[in-house]
């Protein structure tokens, strides 16, 4: 069964520390995306990514094809980027159904 | 820009009730999904389309029907509301086929909270 994992369910950081989330995912897949969802909002496409690394102002996206695994990182963390995380697998063969996790619930404290 | 947007944005409904959920996208896009999302679960697809007069099932499709008579409009009915289809619902687009080869970004509304009692 094709299946995401995040981790952690939820995490709390201080402003200005550096932040990881992580998404583990089964074989065979084409995309893998990152997503983000603000309390009470809609849900913002952040990265998508098939190998390597991608980078948009502090945050940075990276796959490792091998460990079928991605991290969503952080950088000098903002109150701002509390919200919800979310990775989604784009398996391959499998059209338009995309397999979401549950998502990381991401505080940032002043 | 106006991108996705979805209405009504909040509803509540009584058991039994009808009700459709619009989503409109002004980015041209072939490809139209409807998901729900329930605490503690992913987001889950209901149904999708790909082009103006399709629409295929998801994984959820039971309880709801869909209708795309415009390419840029992706209608969700609900004919008769129960108690398990309270959740948020959100419609995406996207340039490509989500889910296939050369899969397109997502483009997500704003959502739609819907409460059956």
């Known amino acids: 069964k094709n299946e995401v994992e995040q981790s952690p369910q939820n995490l709390t950081a201080q402003e200005g520390e550096f932040i990881t989330i992580n998404c583990s995912y089964s074989v065979g897949i084409s995309a893998l995306h990152w997503l983000q969802q603000h309390p009470g909002g809609g849900i913002v496409s952040l990265f998508m990514l098939s190998s390597g690394k991608k980078k948009h102002g502090r945050l940075i996206a990276t796959i490792n094809i091998q460990e079928k695994h991605s991290s969503l990182h952080i950088t000098a963390s903002h109150p701002r980027d509390s919200a919800v995380y979310i990775c989604a697998a784009d398996y391959t063969g499998t059209a338009s159904k995309l397999t979401f996790g549950t998502g990381t619930r991401l505080q940032v404290t002043l | 820009n106006a991108g996705v947007t979805q209405t009504p944005k909040f509803r509540v409904l009584k058991t039994g009730q009808s009700m459709t959920l619009l989503c409109a996208q002004d980015?041209?896009?072939?490809?139209m999904y409807w998901y729900r999302q329930d605490p503690g679960m992913g987001l889950r697809l209901i149904h999708y389309?790909?082009?103006?007069?399709?629409?295929a099932k998801g994984e959820v499709p039971d309880g709801y029907n869909v209708s795309r008579l415009k390419k840029q409009n992706f209608l969700l009915g609900l004919e008769s509301a129960a108690p398990s289809q309270t959740s948020v619902y959100f419609c995406?687009?996207?340039?490509?086929?989500?889910?296939?080869?050369?899969?397109?970004?997502?483009?997500f509304g704003e959502g739609s909270r819907l409460t059956v009692l």
């Open positions: 980015m041209n896009h072939e490809y």
């Open positions: 995406a687009s996207s340039a490509k086929l989500a889910g296939g080869p050369g899969t397109g970004e997502l483009f």
């Open positions: 389309s790909v082009g103006e007069g399709t629409t």
